[in-house]
Nanobody, 118 residues
Framework: VQLQASGGGLVQAGGSLRLSCAYS?????????MGWFRQAPGEERQRVAS????????TYANSVKGRLTISRDAAKNTLYLQMDNLKPEDTAVYYC???????????WGQGTQVTVSS
């Protein structure tokens, strides 16, 4: 399984970015979950959003609710994270990941840097 994250960059506070994660090597289905995580320097990795592959149920960290939106295009094998009203505290490396079952995420992308200037 390969996941390739892209779309990061430098943006001013209040701006928007859309991250993409192209995946290949396996067909995902019921019970699988895809997610976006982020890690800022000196901090623990944090899950910011997840989406169920079957049914599309989403979850968000409280700090991003109402500003970040996770979605998936099954036809394009791509996971997205629409990021609006960005804040300096959103600055981090963002990773996409897939959970096959259980609680542990099994496959990870390489990360894309998001920097929000004040």
């Amino acid at each position: 399984v390969q996941l390739q994250a892209s779309g990061g960059g430098l943006v001013q506070a209040g701006g928007s970015l859309r991250l993409s994660c192209a995946y290949s090597g396996r067909t995902f289905g019921a019970g699988n979950v895809m997610g976006w995580f982020r890690q800022a320097p000196g901090e623990e990795r944090q899950r910011v959003a997840s989406i169920g592959v079957s049914g599309g149920a989403t979850t968000y960290a409280n700090s991003v609710k109402g500003r970040l939106t996770i979605s998936r295009d099954a036809a394009k094998n791509t996971l997205y994270l629409q990021m609006d009203n960005l804040k300096p505290e959103d600055t981090a490396v963002y990773y996409c990941a897939v959970r096959i079952d259980g609680t542990k995420y099994d496959f990870w992308g390489q990360g894309t840097q998001v920097t929000v200037s004040s």
